[in-house]
């Protein structure tokens, strides 16, 4: 445990006798739906999807993971909220309908503010501070095509740098990248807060791929296995390839390979694909033009993300290239 609130600080969540709960959180809007689950005392987790509306891997598989498990088998408690941002997650998008504004960009958020901040204000403080793990999935959404991937913030404190780069290697499908702070996200107010956080990435593209399902299920077992809060052996984990980086503008995958055009965007590479400098990523064709405008890779390396959706606005990010080192 890494930082405890104090006792008298406790919400009346963590007093429920052991066994799975439903909670309403909030009025709403705003507001989220929980399932808690008590198990024998010990370390809460929180897990939640859709921070982002147009993700829905997060929501699905902890759908299912509720089912999943017996409060009898569990030490510790589970608090699981398969959607965070509801307006976004009923409209589809992956802001709130009205403003557009990015719960993952408004932590620690505000009582009085715009829906997302409100959404994060409550989540925060009613929530998430009460952690001492805290995991949020996310995928491409319904713009983009992802390579999935596991993240953290390196925060420079040692401890829960370690703990966040185990709880990383759990998601073992998954490739590793571990990347500066960045104000405004749920992981970035659990790490102001003490508490280690990742959060993971799936394919997206408005569905969940059964591989992305398998996958997620297998490194949240491993984690629930190698935190203790589930008896068993702990698996035995597989390799990963980890990249640890410190520039900002490398993870901000927003802003790579901008469109040069509105238009129709026709993909040449696929995600996975290890590409060279100045490859065709793919062509925008302006609607009234007779030709394409090519798109080139800017530096080599491999496609972690594709634009999916095939209209584009110019400034519209096409793809992002990451190196990935040898898993280890
Ligand atoms: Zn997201």
């Known amino acids: 445990m890494i930082k405890p609130p104090p006792k008298d600080e406790n919400p009346a969540w963590l007093r429920l006798p052991p066994g799975l709960h439903f909670r309403r959180v909030g009025k709403g809007p705003p507001g989220f739906s929980a399932f808690i689950i008590r198990g024998k005392p010990g370390p809460v987790a929180v897990i939640n999807g859709a921070t982002h509306g147009?993700?829905?891997?997060?929501?699905?598989?902890?759908?299912?993971?509720?089912?999943?498990?017996?409060?009898r088998d569990l030490r510790g408690t589970l608090v699981i909220i398969p959607v965070l941002h509801e307006e976004a997650f009923f409209a589809g998008t992956r802001g709130h309908p009205k403003d557009g504004s990015n719960l993952?960009?408004?932590?620690?958020?505000?009582?009085?503010?715009?829906?997302?901040?409100?959404?994060?204000?409550?989540?925060l403080n009613q929530i998430l501070r009460h952690a001492d793990y805290y995991l949020d999935l996310h995928s491409g959404g319904v713009l983009h095509d992802l390579l999935p991937w596991t993240g953290y913030i390196i925060t420079g404190r040692s401890e829960i740098d370690r703990v966040q780069a185990a709880m990383a290697a759990c998601f073992d499908d998954f490739w590793c990248w571990g990347s500066?702070?960045?104000?405004?996200?749920?992981?970035?107010?659990?790490?102001?807060?003490?508490?280690?956080?990742v959060y993971t990435e799936?394919?997206?593209?408005?569905?969940?791929h059964p591989d992305d399902a398998r996958d997620l299920h297998r490194g949240l077992r491993n984690f629930l296995l190698r935190f203790g809060f589930?008896?068993?052996?702990?698996?035995?984990?597989?390799?990963?390839?980890?990249?640890?980086t410190t520039d900002r503008h490398e993870v901000t995958?927003?802003?790579?390979?901008?469109?040069?055009?509105?238009?129709?965007?026709?993909?040449?590479?696929?995600?996975?694909?290890?590409?060279?400098?100045?490859?065709l990523v793919g062509t925008v064709y302006p609607l009234g033009g007779k030709t394409g405008i090519p798109v080139r890779a800017t530096h080599p390396g491999t496609v972690i993300s594709l634009r999916r959706k095939r209209s584009?606005?110019?400034?519209?990010?096409?793809?992002?290239?990451?190196?990935?080192p040898r898993p280890r």
């Open 104 to 123: 993952a960009r408004v932590f620690p958020g505000d009582p009085r503010g715009n829906q997302a901040e409100r959404v994060a204000h409550l989540f």
């Open 230 to 244: 589930l008896k068993g052996a702990t698996p035995r984990l597989k390799k990963q390839s980890i990249r640890l």
């Open 180 to 197: 500066p702070y960045n104000p405004g996200r749920t992981i970035s107010a659990a790490v102001d807060n003490g508490i280690p956080a």
């Open 202 to 208: 799936n394919r997206g593209g408005a569905g969940v």
């Open 312 to 324: 584009v606005a110019t400034g519209d990010a096409l793809a992002s290239l990451v190196v990935l």
């Open 54 to 71: 147009d993700e829905y891997e997060g929501p699905t598989v902890l759908r299912e993971l509720v089912r999943l498990i017996n409060p």
């Open 253 to 279: 995958i927003q802003l790579h390979h901008p469109s040069p055009a509105g238009g129709l965007f026709i993909s040449a590479v696929a995600v996975g694909d290890k590409v060279r400098k100045r490859a």
